[in-house]
């Protein structure tokens, strides 16, 4: 905490909201650094683990579908995809509503290993919830949830309005 501490003082103070963004955006690069540490030891990257678990909780989706829910470049999705496919861990199959655009789905062998990652982030979630209450992480993620749903409709917010002369 006195990492924390001392980034505030060195600050002039904000509102409760720009300390809370800050943090959040101090927090989501250790998080994704910590990830990356975690992906490599088991010979992946936190983009394909992305892939994997879109996939696992959304069942088959495009490349350009899962691509806009990141928000990233198509062509980055699939060049993992791709990899993937090339291990093993997903297959590519018919879409019924277009004819050139191909459904991107786990094989077995793919959602063996997503358990098998899931079981390592559930493992990582407990050790940092170690501390908090129930009651507290579930109004963080409550918080959280709410920022992404604005953050995700701020640029359609932002189409509709009308240039300023």
């Excluded at 980034?7 to 409760?16: K, L, N, S």
């Excluded at 963004?21 to 927090?27: I, K």
């Excluded at 910590?34 to 959304?58: F, H, K, M, Y």
């Amino acid at each position: 905490m006195r990492e924390a501490g001392a980034r505030r003082q060195a600050r002039a103070p904000g509102t409760a909201a720009e300390e809370l963004l800050l943090e959040l955006a101090y927090t989501f690069f250790r998080l994704r650094a910590e990830a990356d540490r975690r992906a490599r030891r088991v010979g992946q990257s936190t983009g394909r683990l992305g892939i994997l678990r879109t996939l696992a909780e959304e069942g088959p989706r495009t490349v350009a579908q899962i691509a806009r829910s990141r928000p990233v470049a198509r062509q980055g999705v699939q060049r993992l995809a791709d990899a993937l496919a090339d291990e093993g861990l997903l297959e590519s199959i018919d879409n019924p509503d277009h004819r050139r655009s191909k459904l991107l789905r786990l094989t077995s062998r793919g959602r063996k290993a997503y358990q098998a990652l899931l079981r390592g982030q559930q493992s990582f979630a407990q050790e940092l919830a170690r501390g908090f209450s129930e009651d507290e992480l579930r109004r963080c993620a409550w918080v959280l949830r709410k920022l992404r749903e604005r953050l995700r409709a701020a640029p359609e917010a932002e189409a509709r309005r009308e240039p300023s002369a």
